[in-house]
């Protein structure tokens, strides 16, 4: 029966039998539902391509940065994508919405980052669907932690590693009036709760200190910061960014392409607009040439 | 069996007569459209009979909640894998239920050593770029009816038409809100519950239609032990996904 239209399955018949016989036993998971669909989660990658201990190093050419402020968490990132010394892209999302409270900012791999993000949006919507209510956010932590896991061997074979950073806004957080979390993750896919911030990507180094130094010196302490403050810190952090890294884009003034900056709050994922980060960077940089 | 003709069409048949008697208590679901989207709408004792089956499609379904969950299940995993392995816009209603859900219905009908399903089911999918919107009922039989603007089912034919002629009857523009559409639809249902409670002989004779008051004392009825389920379709909806529940405070503000 072809009755999905797809011209590479038109011989597999079994579709709809795997759709009755998992009805029968059916716990939303989605990854479970796509492996009986035979959707290839993994590429194959021919054992000789593998490299060996120390030139193992895990491609991630960008800065993402996130922030725990007044109203929750603030996600941003660059929007240059290079191949070696290459740019390839001056317009690459790097923050992805996955929900109505979550988002990820990928560094690492486009390819496999992108899927696993498109995996995780469809997994979230696919339990709600089928059971009926929300995934927990523990349930969602795992998800992702599992999603990395199973890209372990691309990671360790240089070619596919991906670190994200995940934002969620909890509405259950009760005893504490802000629900912004901030998690890291490794390459094994385990997750870590940043309390302040997260950085992630190549330029991460050049301003990760300049971010512990405004949690604990800063005039305002970062979580104390409104929408503006947050906003303007992040277009700085990202312009330091881009001065030491090569695989940074800072702002580009000719044509106007700025980096990509979400908020996660109780009211849900938010982009803020080209023309409030127009005008946030022009304070963030007041002797910036136009 | 099957070498004998007259015995299998009698069997098909009792199997029909039997379905039909157990759906007849079912509760009622009406379908309508309004000016933001469209609402599938039942009253419900505790199980909850609408679903959300992908972004812009909607399922509800009257009879063995088994079965009921099983088909729900069936559509909700192709509509995802679908959606997965293409895009979420190359999901649509029409290759749903003509392709998996109406021939696994008429499969278990005509499979007279095997299980029947019983069930009737109601699903609403908004139009979006490529299509316009759009009420699908399957029957336990199979057969699939299509309608633009409103739907409804019961548990006998007498029932579907009682509440047909209601709607018909009711001003069929499209530029009712909310709350004209949840009553019109309320209204409606509580026609076919009246219906439903009445015996297989005096359907058939009496006058199906009966006043507002009437209306409105069998929904109070029904409300002592059950609640009203209301799931709309929102174009304006943030996001990709269209459904959602109404509140109960939605529901009472709509009732007063």
Redesign the interface.
Known sequence: MHDKGDFLNLSGAAHQEFALQRAINHEGDFLNLLKHANYPLKVEVPPETVRHGADVEIAHSTTVVAVLYRDGVMIAGDRRATAGTSVIYDRAEKVLQIDRHSALAISGSPAIAYEIARILEHSFQYFRRSQLQELSLEGKLRMLSRLIRENLSMALQGIGGVIPIFALYDLNASDDPNGGKIFFYDALGAHFENVDFATTGSGSIWIRGVLRYLSRFGETALHEMDQRQAAITILRLLDIASEYDAATSGYNAKVKIFPTVKTVTRIGVNTVSDDDLAAWYAEAQPNAEE | MRDEPYRWIEAIQDRRDYIEDELRLGSPVVGVTYDAGMMLLTVSKGQ?KI????DRIALSAIGHPADI???R??V???A???????ATEDINLH?LTN??LA??FKQAFESIAGEAYIIKMLLAELGSASGKSQFIGINFDGIVRTDPSFAVIGGTEVIETGMQKYLTAAKTDADRDLTNAFRLALETWAIGKELSSREPEETESEETQIDTTQMYEVIETAREDGQIEVGVLETAQ??T?KFRLLTSQEIEDALS
């Open positions: 909850r679903f959300e089956v992908h969950e099983r088909l299940m069936l909700t995993d192709t995802s894998v679908q959606g997965f392995q293409n290759r392709y998996t021939p696994a943030h996001g996904s």
